[in-house]
């Protein structure tokens, strides 16, 4: 049985809500339980956002995260303070195209990814949050990736389904460069 | 049927779709908008009518007149807009007329602010406007719950002929979760010989829906009948979930979404070896008095958790019959009690602080963020 507890963060517009959303519609598929909290208040363009979404094989008890996240994808720099929030062992991923700082925490895995060059270079810089997603996906083994790719095609459909190609880029990308990183790391 | 990903708000829709509403009448309010959202979007197809409505005041008239008509008619909104609705919602409860009616509660009083909370639990409960009435208030704590209850709630508006409230918060009605709609099959609708449906479909008989009674023996008399209905309510309504009650050093009584973070806390507490049960009522109204009679002997202590100054705390009261001390840990206006401040609340009872006092625990804790 494994319980991850995820906050995804950033600005509005980065796609924060889907890149959630997506998670817990594999995590539904794979028959896991699951819930998506989303912060809310005067939402704009370029305000923070950011959702909790956890993943359970038994019922969601609290679906808020508040100190003891598995793990943190951090998409720009204002939502570092939510490195805070993640147990001993737990796993930050950072977008390092807009995030200078380094996680100051020893006791947490750190994996830097250039998420909008990767999408940029994937042909469309809307997918940093696909970047992401396949980054996370190889950094826990909290849902396949295939879930999530079929999650992402439902999502686009039929109209938008040729926009798939470049998801499908984009994630590899993300999936790629923690590859890497987990390569130079001993652990 | 399959589950799918919903958010609260839009599940309630379906739900209430599903279960043969066809009118819905509303005004938008954070955080409960998707609702009539959905409602303007799948109800025309469904062969019914959205409006939206210049003010939440006229939302509620316009269900007094469907309702009227013999219609399934819902509305929604949050905290401020729910205290527009209440002279409409006591003029419902006189005239007997069935509605569903959505609280996705937000912090008051006032404007307040947009965050979750449950601090309209005395004005759901005790009536917010004039009279003597009460409303059948079902208040769920996850998303699939909170579908079945619509269903229920249609249901039992019109066996009762009362307005049935649903009361959630603004995480419930923002968050989402798997959900199965239609999971329970609404009852076939029942007949309704007194909606004012033509002469012709009753005829020789004049159907009146009215609340005013101007001489005191009827209106006295049509107030017991009220009250009738209220007492089958309170004999045959109650729905409660107790959990570990058995073999617990404490009980918690939550509700709602508070449930769901109590639910944590306990299972932290259970790792050290804490036992501490839950009474989390589903009915607010009736509220499931005998819950508190039958704890076993051995509890002593009562813990109210609310994301309010803690409303419930007179129900509670009015059930323990004063058996047990009852103290209270809460947050309120928008902010949400974490598991961490419930542990810490029932430890300081268990090695013997405060007594009969309600424990005032609300203010900011270590490590607030949102």
């Known amino acids: 049985m494994h319980n991850e507890r995820i906050i995804l963060a950033g600005f509005g517009g980065q796609g924060i809500m889907t890149m959630g959303q997506l998670l817990a519609q594999a995590a539904l598929d794979e028959g896991r339980q699951t819930s998506w909290l989303p912060s809310y208040g005067p939402e704009m363009r370029g305000g923070t956002a950011n959702c909790d979404v956890i993943v359970d094989d038994a019922p969601v008890a609290s679906p808020i995260i508040h100190g003891d996240a598995t793990s943190v994808i951090i998409m720009n720099l204002p939502s570092m303070k939510f490195v805070e929030d993640l147990i001993p062992g737990g796993a930050a991923l950072i977008n ?38 396949g980054a996370f996906c190889e950094m826990t083994s909290c849902v396949d990736a295939e879930s999530v790719l079929h999650a992402m095609q439902a999502k686009l459909g039929e109209k938008k389904a040729h926009l798939m190609t470049v998801n499908r880029a984009a994630f590899a990308a993300g999936a790629d460069a923690v590859r890497e990183q987990l390569a130079l790391s001993p652990s | 049927m399959t589950k799918i990903l919903m958010k609260g708000n839009e599940a309630i829709g379906a739900a209430a779709i599903a279960a043969g509403c066809r009118y819905f009448f509303g005004y938008p309010i954070t955080p409960q908008s998707e609702l009539p959202e959905y409602m303007s ?47 409409g919602i006591s003029y419902l409860a006189g005239a007997e007329l069935p509605c569903v009616i959505v609280n996705i509660v937000r912090g008051g009083p006032g404007l307040g602010g947009i965050q979750p909370a449950q601090s309209d639990y005395n004005q759901a409960t005790r009536g917010g406007g004039d009279g003597d009435y009460k409303l059948l208030v079902y208040a769920p704590s996850t998303v699939q719950e909170m579908v079945d209850l619509v269903g229920e709630a249609f249901d039992k508006a019109d066996l009762y002929r009362n307005p049935v409230m649903i009361v959630g918060d603004g995480m419930l009605g923002q968050m989402m979760e798997p959900v199965e709609i239609g999971r329970t099959p609404a009852a076939s609708p029942i007949e309704k010989p007194w909606a004012t449906t033509g002469v012709a479909t ?66 932290h507490l259970a790792d050290e070896g804490i036992k501490v049960g839950l009474i989390r009522p589903i009915t607010l109204f009736p509220f499931p008095m005998g819950s508190f009679a039958t704890l076993p002997e051995r509890v002593k202590d009562l813990l109210v958790v609310e994301m309010s100054m803690g409303q419930m705390i007179d129900d509670v009261r009015i059930a323990n019959e004063g058996r047990r001390r009852i103290h209270f840990v809460g947050r309120t206006g928008g902010m949400i009690p974490t598991p961490a401040l419930i542990v810490d609340a029932v430890k300081s009872i268990l090695d013997g602080q405060p007594g009969d006092a309600p424990l005032n625990a609300v203010g900011p804790q270590k490590g607030d963020r949102r």
């Open chain 1, 96 to 133: 390092s195209s807009l995030i200078d700082d380094r996680v100051d925490r020893d006791d947490v895995r750190a994996f830097y990814v250039p998420a909008n060059e990767l999408a940029d270079r994937a042909g469309n810089l809307k997918t940093t949050n696909m970047v992401m997603l």
């Open chain 2, 41 to 87: 979007r799948h109800l025309p197809g469904a062969g019914g009518v959205f409006v939206q409505s210049e003010s939440e005041v006229s939302a509620i008239n316009m269900c007094y007149g469907a309702s009227g008509a013999g219609a399934r008619v819902m509305t929604g909104s949050s905290s401020p807009g729910i205290a527009l609705k209440q002279e």
């Open chain 2, 202 to 267: 009753h005829p020789g008989r004049r159907n009146i829906i009215n609340s005013l009674f101007l001489k005191p023996e009827e209106l006295e008399a049509h107030v017991k009948h009220l009250f009738d209905k209220y007492e089958a309510m309170r004999a045959n309504e109650v729905r409660v979930e107790e959990l570990g009650v058995e073999g617990a050093d404490l009980v918690l009584v939550a509700y709602g979404t508070t449930a769901r973070i109590a639910k944590s806390a306990i299972a």
